[in-house]
């Protein structure tokens, strides 16, 4: 596991979130209230975290935190969910988004659907191997996004809070890293996110990791439309074409449904909606869709037997 380390000694381990060096600074620094931690780290009055998230005044950070030693582009790439959010963007629009949180100006960066947990979740295994590389433990970025419910690396659910108390050490108003002990009633017993985790969900947590550690342009509006119209293209009919996505879905996740899909990735539309339509409003329904849409147009040009339809695997 590597870190970026800057001349001054601050660091963050590789898919680290942003939200990990707010808590470094806020212990080293020695400030008696966590809203002075926060508008030095900064360099702006903040209220709520939810602009933390997507790396508002990125520039002032890399200059202040990092020492210069990374980019305000590469900070916001790296370690916040715009590394995420800007892959189903148009290059312009990237532009236009980051040099406005990169000068603090984006006071409004809002997302087409939820992408960001209400609280921050973790992975023990993760937690265990810094702790023992580095001494301390990082959130992770691709963690925290409302699809990703096991952890990329080691495949197991994500914990979310004290099995005894409730309390979740992921809240941002708290200043914790993952794997310390509950604030309140000092146990580390804590509660996994309730999943069943399947070979098609462990597949597109990896293709969502993948996507943001790689920064792939494949879900951009352009490339993203391109391969889309191609796909429609080879069925008689736009119907015909989502019907075999339908199906493809449902037996590789073993649903009688898509709406179980849905249910499994937290992403929630109004049932008219189209799954065409639902790819063009989210990059996690867009990452899903890409791998289903390149296996069944394989399949075609080998003259593959189409999926079958929807069966529930008992």
């Not at 509950?182 to 990896?206: P, Q, W």
């Not at 449902?250 to 179980?260: I, L, N, P």
């Not at 065409?276 to 289903?292: A, D, I, M």
């Amino acid at each position: 596991m590597q870190t970026t380390q800057n001349q001054a000694g601050s660091y963050l381990p590789n898919g680290a979130h942003l939200y990990t060096a707010l808590v470094y600074s806020h212990r080293s620094a020695g400030y008696l209230f966590r809203g002075q931690t926060t508008a030095a780290f900064l360099g702006l009055r903040l209220k709520g975290s939810e602009l933390l998230f997507v790396g508002r005044n990125a520039g002032y950070i890399s200059r202040t935190y990092f020492a210069n030693a990374i980019s305000p582009h590469e900070l916001l790439r790296r370690y916040t969910l715009f590394g995420f959010i800007h892959l189903a963007l148009d290059e312009e629009e990237v532009i236009y988004e980051e040099e406005r949180l990169i000068l603090g100006m984006n006071k409004r960066f809002h997302l087409k659907v939820k992408a960001a947990k209400d609280v921050l979740s973790w992975c023990k295994h993760c937690a265990d191997e810094e702790r023992e590389s580095y001494g301390v433990t990082s959130w992770k970025t691709v963690h925290q996004l409302t699809s990703v419910r096991i952890c990329h690396i080691h495949g197991n659910p994500l914990l979310l809070r004290c099995n005894k108390c409730g309390i979740a050490p992921g809240d941002l108003r708290s200043f914790r890293l993952p794997g310390e002990v509950c604030l309140r009633c000092g146990r580390s017993d804590f509660e996994e996110d309730k999943i069943v985790v399947t070979d098609a969900y462990r597949t597109f947590v990896r293709d969502i990791a993948f996507a943001f550690e790689n920064q792939e342009n494949f879900y951009r509006d352009g490339a993203w439309f391109s391969l889309l119209s191609k796909f429609i293209s080879a069925f008689p009919s736009r119907s015909d074409a989502e019907k075999t996505v339908v199906e493809y879905l449902c037996r590789e996740w073993r649903v009688s449904s898509v709406e179980e899909v849905w249910g499994t990735l937290q992403i929630s539309w109004p049932s008219c909606e189209g799954i065409f339509e639902k790819g063009r409003h989210s990059l996690s329904v867009r990452v899903l869709l890409h791998r289903v849409m390149r296996a069944i147009l394989s399949s075609l040009l080998t003259d593959d037997s189409e999926p079958r339809a929807c069966q529930r695997v008992d």
